[in-house]
């Protein structure tokens, strides 16, 4: 697995433009000094969707942690087999429930070791948002899966989403980790593998950056 800095060469281009994920910020030409301004972090992996998928919950989920899930069959039974290989412990909620948010909060009061929450842009922009404001109101961390239908970053932004994740599959298969930069120093440790480590692909990437990048808003 290559874990590499996002910069706007042709490949990287292409494959943000493919899912919209960083648009608002592609076109930079100091790429990086202008998204550190924003809060989030960015890596540009080559990774197919389930070893993405793999990675970030391994990275993002401490060791005690538990996932909740919110999704459909489909989402769920991938974010649950990847759970199971993983050993970490998940909990599940159908995205079709009545009233999610109420079983989401729910679920959070009486289950307190789950640490994050994940979901996909299967869900309307509107639960994606009331998820994420429910769950960090309860210290929780969200994270979204946007190969289904592609957030961009002022979405990601706006929505306050903690990790967001997109891939676009081919023959090279070209991924994106967008990640708030407060909840991404939280994960040092966490990865189960060094090969899904998100956290020390981050730090590599670091070493990249230029010497004369502005003082962060």
């Not at 070791?113 to 948002?129: E, F, G, P, Q, W």
Request: proline share 2%; glycine share 6%.
């Amino acid at each position: 697995m290559s874990f590499d800095q996002i910069k706007v060469d042709t490949e990287a281009l292409a494959a943000l433009q493919t899912m919209n994920v960083m648009s608002a910020l592609a076109a930079d030409k100091n790429f990086m000094d202008h998204f550190y301004l924003s809060g989030y972090e960015g890596l540009c992996v080559s990774l197919g969707h389930e070893e993405l998928t793999r990675s970030i919950i391994s990275t993002a989920v401490p060791m005690e942690g538990e996932l909740l899930v919110v999704g459909g069959d489909d989402h769920c039974a991938l974010w649950r087999n990847v759970c199971s290989s993983l050993r970490i412990r998940v909990s599940a909620i159908d995205i079709d429930t009545e009233d999610v948010a109420a079983a989401t909060e729910t679920l959070l009061k009486v289950n307190p070791r789950i640490t994050h929450v994940l979901c996909s842009t299967n869900s309307d922009a509107l639960t994606i948002k009331s998820l994420t404001t429910l769950a960090h109101r309860m210290g929780k961390a969200v994270i979204v899966d946007c190969s289904a239908e592609n957030m961009d970053m002022t979405e990601i932004e706006g929505s306050g989403v903690d990790f967001a994740i997109s891939v676009a599959e081919g023959t090279e298969p070209v991924s994106v980790i967008v990640a708030r930069r407060s909840r991404l120093v939280m994960t040092e440790g966490n990865a189960r593998r060094r090969e899904h480590d998100i956290y020390a692909a981050w730090q590599e990437s670091l070493a990249c950056r230029t010497p004369k990048m502005k003082p962060m808003a």
